[in-house]
């Protein structure tokens, strides 16, 4: 029934085609394998292989494509493992129609989800064991930028559009893209949520 109703919503807007649907997270990469999509929207909660272990999967594979994990809130550490995994970002499953839409259309163009709101509650879940040694790690992976680039990490983390680092960093839109995929390059992440998680795990 969530298929289905997701189907009519995402069918129904006109430029998203739905190529496949996956009742389970061991479908699913077989089925990307067979249809290469774009965006995968991924639940969590599915029978035998979960959500986030489909996520893994697909993103050790070349050229993976980008996941949107769909949850309920109170699934704060299985969404940070998601975003950790290299998800695009996260969805609630209350989210209304349009925005669904939309959200997709974003991540098809490039610009992972990310909701600076729910992030920052998210990460305050976070704060159990093994903190201090994501802090440690987090503050030598950033140890690696030069100050330009952590001033770009550190405006990515803090969920600022291309356009905002551009007038606050005052740099042309270009460079600052430039900038963020030297920061992908340079500590081996697939994109900005990765970026905005080592961020929030250097407290910076």
């Not at 998601?82 to 098809?108: C, E, M």
């Amino acid at each position: 029934m969530v298929r289905a109703g997701l189907s009519m919503i995402l069918g129904g807007s006109g430029d998203i085609e739905i190529v496949g649907e996956a009742g389970d997270g061991s479908e699913v990469p077989p089925m990307v394998a067979e249809h290469r999509p774009d965006v995968v929207l991924m639940d969590i909660r599915m029978p035998g292989v979960d959500g986030l272990t489909a996520t893994e999967a697909l993103r050790r594979t070349s050229a993976p494509p980008e996941v949107v994990v769909l949850t309920t809130f109170h699934a704060d550490a299985q969404v940070l493992r998601a975003l950790r995994a290299g998800a695009a970002g996260f969805l609630l499953k209350d989210i209304a129609p349009g925005d669904l839409v939309q959200a997709i259309r974003k991540v098809a163009e490039g610009e992972p989800i990310l909701s600076p709101a729910v992030t920052r509650q998210l990460i305050t879940h976070v704060a159990d064991g093994g903190a201090d040694e994501r802090t440690e790690r987090a503050r030598r992976l950033l140890g690696r930028l030069s100050e330009r680039e952590r001033q770009v990490a550190t405006a990515v983390g803090q969920g600022k559009s291309n356009a905002d680092i551009g007038r606050e960093l005052f740099m042309s839109v270009p460079t600052v893209k430039a900038h963020v995929s030297r920061v992908l390059t340079k500590l081996d992440l697939n994109n900005r949520v990765q970026i905005a998680l080592l961020v929030y795990d250097a407290g910076s």
